[in-house]
């Protein structure tokens, strides 16, 4: 089996979701259920055997040590991490606490267990980490895409947190031999997606009739890629890495933050009509992210050439699906829209307004 750590968020109940689509083989999610995880987003997993699911937190090297000796995983992929770069500016000890020091608790707790084996199960063990391009700090206009060899140079708390997570998963395979992978990936999206990031949000905004928020002038620049991808690849990565290496993933489809919320707005005008006038009507230019990266951009040519990997979905196809599934899913977003929820924008957005 698989251990996945964070697969009741995001990305992780999407790669959960799309690797019992694909195998049979079986997954033990590992989850802290914070304001991001959602079993909701399992719930087509109820009744299949396949999908063990364990609450706790990855900080708890007791608790996972205890775990891996019981069910003997071939391989870990650790998504888990507090994942919101304003989240991050506003309280960043949460970042600290799981990203650094979580990491650095499951990779203890991996490589007792990963010494304890021997012959094709410890040469065969994987522990694939997975990152973010946020690592490398922003780009200029014209500067190239970032590649693997690329100095770090996180801006974020969020992304600092991310980047240290990075280097200490690089140290255990340096130094204890750990069979190690790491990959670097762009911004996702679709369904399931938190409506705290941008494209969520957005629709989500648009739909409730409430004001788009852009930040500054809207002209940042981010590369997006619909998470099946993400997981096509890090399925590649961990079937085919090599141990040690890093492999960057992006959807080579850069778009201004405004172009994204226009296109969204285009979308939903085509689909869900207003009475009159456009959802652009909607958009709110606000006060800028503190510290806010201005471009990126990844040049995932090595896991192309290596790995023989290149996304499925153009962005048109990948927002079109996204679309469709929030508007045909509206009870999950009304039920993420918790309290908690609440909380965050009335921070977030209020103050923005102050400001
Ligand atoms: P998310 O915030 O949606 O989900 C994170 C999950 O981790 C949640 O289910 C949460 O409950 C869990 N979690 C948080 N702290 C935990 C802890 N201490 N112990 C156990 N579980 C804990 O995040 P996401 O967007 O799905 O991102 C997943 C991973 O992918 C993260 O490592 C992130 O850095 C990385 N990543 C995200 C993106 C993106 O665009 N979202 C892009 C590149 C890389
Ligand atoms: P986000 O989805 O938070 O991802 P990240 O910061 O990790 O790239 O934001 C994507 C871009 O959208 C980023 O440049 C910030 C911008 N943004 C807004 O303009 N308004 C918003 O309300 C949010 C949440 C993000």
């Known amino acids: ?51 063990v699911f364990v609450q706790g937190d990855i900080n708890d090297n007791a608790q996972l040590c205890a775990l891996f000796f ?79 060899t690329k100095a770090y140079a996180p801006n974020s708390p969020y992304s600092a947190t991310k980047a240290a997570s990075d280097h ?50 809207g002209l940042q620049v981010r590369d997006w890629l619909y998470v099946t991808d993400h997981c096509s690849a890090i399925r590649r990565v961990l079937e085919s890495g090599k141990p040690g290496e890093t492999y960057n993933i992006g959807g080579w489809n850069e778009q201004t933050n405004l172009s994204v919320v226009h296109t969204l707005c285009e979308l939903l005008d085509e689909l869900q009509a207003k009475p009159e006038g456009s959802y652009k009507d909607q958009i709110r230019h606000i006060t800028d992210r503190p510290g806010h990266d201005r471009r990126y951009a990844i040049d995932a040519r090595k896991i192309e050439k290596e790995l023989g990997w290149t996304p499925q979905e153009t962005f048109e196809t990948g927002l079109k699906k996204t679309v469709a599934w929030y508007l045909a899913n509206d009870s999950w977003t ?22």
């Open 1 to 51: 089996m698989i251990f996945v750590t964070g697969g009741a968020g995001f990305i992780g109940a999407n790669f959960v979701l799309d690797w019992l689509a694909q195998s049979d083989e079986p997954v033990l999610n590992y989850d802290k259920l914070t304001y991001a995880g959602n079993l909701n987003n399992l719930a087509s997993l109820k009744n299949d055997s396949r999908h």
């Open 70 to 148: 019981e069910y003997q995983p071939r391989a870990i992929v650790h998504f888990a991490a507090e994942s919101h770069v304003d989240r991050s500016i506003l309280g960043p000890a949460a970042f600290v606490t799981t990203n650094v020091n979580g990491t650095f608790a499951l990779l203890e707790a991996a490589r007792t267990y990963w010494q304890s084996l021997e012959g094709d199960e410890k040469s065969a063990f994987r522990f694939l980490h997975v990152s973010t391009d946020e690592v490398y700090g922003t780009l200029g206009a014209d500067d190239a895409p970032f590649s693997e």
């Open 168 to 217: 200490l998963v690089r140290a255990y395979h340096h130094t204890y031999g750990m069979p190690v992978l790491t990959t670097n990936c762009s911004n996702n999206y679709g369904p399931y997606h938190f409506p705290e990031k941008l494209i969520p949000l957005m629709i989500t905004n648009a739909r409730a009739g409430k004001e788009l928020p852009v930040y500054g002038d």
């Open 334 to 355: 009304k039920q993420v829209q918790s309290g908690e929820y609440l909380q965050w924008v009335a921070l977030q957005y209020n103050e923005e307004e102050q400001a």
